[in-house]
């Protein structure tokens, strides 16, 4: 009865704000009309960086989709096989719901026909973020039958990767002298794609394998304060953990930001797709861990890792912050703590519009800047990344789509 009740005002309170839109922040109107001006000037950067040096084309397939800038302020593009290249496919479809232009939808199928191929790239765990950012958006907004066959097809691919002893996806297959199982917290952004495929078919053995997952990470991947670890390593043979480690943070023990956000952002979604409270009350002790951790910053945009000692000069990680605004507006809908996400959710998307954004014409179209990829690499540091625009656009969205449907949508999706 308390949780209903909550929701009831959650709703409420979120319909009021509809009446009084972003008072204190930029209006969606005009971040989305800075976005499209954006986007048009990156289409042309991609052209012109095609036949450069700085394309990481995989060796077979031409480099076509903007990751990031190099040192040089060059557009860096990549193959579809590279973990990133489904979000600017993404990025194009969410312009077109965002807009209702036509234009964008045109362009958008242009960049996730050339995604097709990874449905059969078993190489990798990237599957969810490559197409289902692509061909889920797709999909989601135009019923296109070919695209729902090639989710599919994905799904079925992605399951392969799949090891009942340990009950989970296999995250890599580099570094194989160090880790034998590794399994990433970014994972959990993958299992998505799998719900959508048991929904499309009926065949439930893809939703078994996303909740073994999402159960597994969730039992191995978490310390007590609910932060998480970056990867977690077992043996295949017998399942048990060998070692947790990172690849990304400031140390094996450390909160790397990015991987609190996916982990939010994950169980969030598996929430959604399960209605399973486990996942709802993990996300909301993950929301709980970033929002009040201290080194989270005023205007709520994390450092690359929230253990840093001394944070003095460290970058900003702009995506980190993106994806937990997105995950927030959701989590927004479905918590009796909605009133506090919902107003958490629109202080960090404003900060990220107010001062996170590319000036306009700047930085080669990307929309947002200071992002920081790997600080532990020595790559992407302080720099724009496509992800952090993807999940930037999808906040928006979501955001509006509230303001739009005063806050009833249960599924802003
Ligand atoms: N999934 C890779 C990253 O977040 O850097």
Not at 170 to 184: E, G
Not at 245 to 257: A, I, K, P, V, Y
């Amino acid at each position: 009865m308390r949780r209903r009740t909550c929701i009831l005002f959650s709703i409420i309170y979120i319909g009021i704000l509809s009446i009084n839109l972003q008072a204190n922040g930029q209006s969606i109107r005009k971040i989305i009309a800075d976005a499209e001006k954006q986007t048009w000037l990156m289409l042309s950067e991609i052209e012109k960086a095609k036949s450069s040096a700085v394309s990481r084309g995989d060796g077979k397939n031409p480099a076509f989709s903007p990751r990031s800038l190099s040192t040089g302020g060059n557009l860096t593009l990549v193959s579809s096989s590279d973990w990133t290249s489904g979000f600017f496919p993404g990025n194009l479809w969410l312009l077109y719901e965002l807009t209702g232009n036509e234009l964008w939808a045109d362009r958008a199928r242009l960049f996730t026909t050339e995604m097709e191929k990874e449905k059969l790239n078993a190489k990798t765990h990237d599957m969810g973020f490559k197409i289902w950012c692509s061909f889920g958006n797709g999909f989601r907004l135009k019923s296109d039958p070919v695209y729902r066959e090639i989710i599919i097809e994905s799904a079925r691919t992605l399951s392969t990767r799949f090891n009942p002893l340990v009950g989970c996806i296999r995250s890599w297959d580099h570094n194989a002298d160090k880790w034998k199982f590794p399994v990433i917290v970014d994972n959990l952004m993958n299992l998505e794609l799998l719900f959508a495929a048991t929904r499309f078919t009926g065949d439930s053995s893809f939703f078994r394998i996303a909740v073994s997952h999402a159960n597994t990470t969730l039992r191995n991947h978490y310390r007590p304060d609910n932060s998480s670890f970056h990867v977690v390593d077992y043996d295949p043979a017998t399942g048990s953990v060998i070692q947790k480690n990172t690849h990304q943070g400031l140390s094996d023990d450390s909160s790397w930001s990015r991987g609190q956000a996916w982990g939010l952002y994950g169980y969030t979604m598996c929430f959604r797709e399960t209605g399973d409270s486990l996942y709802l009350k993990h996300a909301e002790k993950i929301a709980a861990y970033i929002l009040n951790h201290p080194n989270l910053p005023d205007d709520l945009i994390p450092y690359w890792d929230f253990s840093l000692e001394n944070t003095e000069g460290e970058p900003r990680d702009a995506s980190a912050a993106a994806i937990t605004a997105s995950a927030l507006f959701e989590l927004c809908t479905l918590s009796e703590y909605g009133i506090y996400y919902h107003r958490m959710a629109e202080k960090m998307i404003n900060s990220l519009a107010k001062n996170y954004r590319s000036a306009p014409g700047a930085n080669r179209g990307f929309i947002l800047d200071h992002s920081t990829g790997s600080k532990r690499g020595g790559t992407e540091i302080d720099v724009p990344l496509i992800y952090a625009d993807y999940y930037f656009l999808e906040a928006n969205k979501r955001q509006r789509s509230l303001k739009n449907h005063k806050g009833l949508a249960k599924k802003n999706n």
